[in-house]
């Protein structure tokens, strides 16, 4: 449920931003998950987790990127370089805001693959925000220049992780 507490003077322009109600802005309804599962269908483990009932924990170890050998690094190259070619299964982006979308009624989204999907979630998160008049407010990034940063940005890369670990078949991998 999102808060109705104000926003607070960074941000005068209140109820005009996409971003503001994420995600009941586009979504209405959406699953509760219970116990350690998680995902947009409550079909995978929380982060940490792992098993058939996502009971058993499991930690992972990322290696700093500068002691990573060769072989490691071709790796992790080799994997971002095939999330770039695959089209995700699960997710699409939004091509317009809600408003241009006539409050639902005119869909417009796209397919995207992995890796560019991301590239995109952090691009929303972070862009320019457009105002009711065509204007543009360009004095703001949510992603960076807000209390979310740090939360915000290890709930994305822990995403990104586990998005890498699908396309690829390898549930060892990690970010370094």
Not at 89 to 100: F, H, K
Request: hydrophobic share 35%; aromatic share 16%.
């Amino acid at each position: 449920v999102p808060s109705n507490s104000p926003v607070g003077a960074q941000f005068p322009f209140s109820g005009i931003d996409d971003r503001e109600n994420w995600p009941i802005v586009f979504y209405n309804r959406t699953c509760q998950c219970q116990g350690n599962f998680m995902g947009y269908n409550c079909g995978e483990c929380r982060f940490g987790y792992t098993g058939p009932n996502c009971t058993v924990r499991r930690n992972m170890i990322r290696k700093e990127i500068f002691r990573m050998t060769t072989a490691e690094k071709d790796k992790l190259i080799a994997y971002l370089n095939l999330a770039k070619r695959t089209t995700s299964p699960d997710y699409v982006i939004a091509t317009g805001t809600y408003e241009q979308m006539n409050n639902g009624s005119n869909p417009m989204f796209a397919d995207m693959n992995v890796y560019d999907l991301f590239v995109w979630l952090h691009y929303y998160a972070s862009r320019d925000a457009f105002l009711e008049d065509g204007s543009v407010w360009a004095n703001i990034d949510f992603a960076h220049e807000a209390p979310g940063f740090l939360p915000w940005h290890r709930f994305f890369l822990l995403l990104w992780e586990r998005e890498i670990q699908k396309v690829t078949g390898d549930d060892n991998f990690t970010i370094p």
